[in-house]
Nanobody, 117 residues
Framework: QVQLVESGGGLVQPGGSLRLSCAAS????????MSWVRQAPGEQRALVAS???????NITDSVKGRFTISRDNAKNTVTLQMNNLSPADTAVYYC???????????WGQGTQVTVSS
């Protein structure tokens, strides 16, 4: 049974930090391209950051310099470190796993991040 379980969301003041984690199980994590995607109220899902099987990362411009993505293939986890948060970062954050070679894609249930004073 495939599972992606996100944790670490919550309420934080502007300028604060949160660390999101995604624990994966039920598939060969190391072969999957992992991403964090967020969806703000009334908007479509948007890519935040991704990390390849080998650990190469890509960060969307709006969070570059503030967010960092990393993966631990030994622990089957992917982490999003978010610093200097602003209200514009308020969204539900989803963990996503893709294996383009076999055409498989999995989603977590999402974790709410709210940035507000």
């Amino acid at each position: 049974q495939v599972q992606l379980v996100e944790s670490g969301g919550g309420l934080v003041q502007p300028g604060g930090s949160l660390r999101l984690s995604c624990a994966a199980s039920g598939f060969t994590f190391s072969t999957y391209y992992m991403s964090w995607v967020r969806q703000a109220p009334g908007e479509q899902r948007a890519l935040v950051a991704s990390v390849t099987r080998s650990g190469r990362t890509n960060i969307t411009d709006s969070v570059k310099g503030r967010f960092t993505i990393s993966r631990d293939n030994a622990k089957n986890t992917v982490t999003l470190q978010m610093n200097n948060l602003s209200p514009a970062d308020t969204a539900v954050y989803y963990c996503n796993a893709v294996d383009l070679g076999v055409g498989h894609q999995f989603w977590g249930q999402g974790t709410q991040v709210t940035v507000s004073s």
